[in-house]
């Protein structure tokens, strides 16, 4: 299930390739996650950025092997995010999160290009 136009949005992409997106503060995932203080869950900023490389790479992929998965810093649903892919050999790129450019995640990641349907 796609998290883009409900969880987040793309705001925009430039020359390098970098996106910039927008959360949707009003979704009923921040209800629970935390009541009073909404934070986006790790695993979701994970599965967006398997969506970003998809839509950079222009075909469906899907995350095989995570590795160094490191969260430096809380992200908050009022944060506009970017989300840098590196490509590195074998079908592996490595991924920053930023807001303001200062990190709040980061991992290296293989994946395996996917049926759509998969």
Known sequence: MSLLNSLYHITSVDEAGKYYIDFNTSHSI???HFPGNPVVPGACLV???????SQ????PVRWTTLHNLKFRQIVTPDMPIAFHFTPLENNKCSVVITHLDNPHAQFTATYLCAHPNV
Not at 47 to 53: F, N, R, S
Request: hydrophobic share 50%; aromatic share 8%.
């Open 47 to 53: 599965q967006i950025a398997e969506e970003l490389l």
């Open 30 to 32: 921040f209800a629970g």
């Open 56 to 59: 950079h790479l222009q075909q």
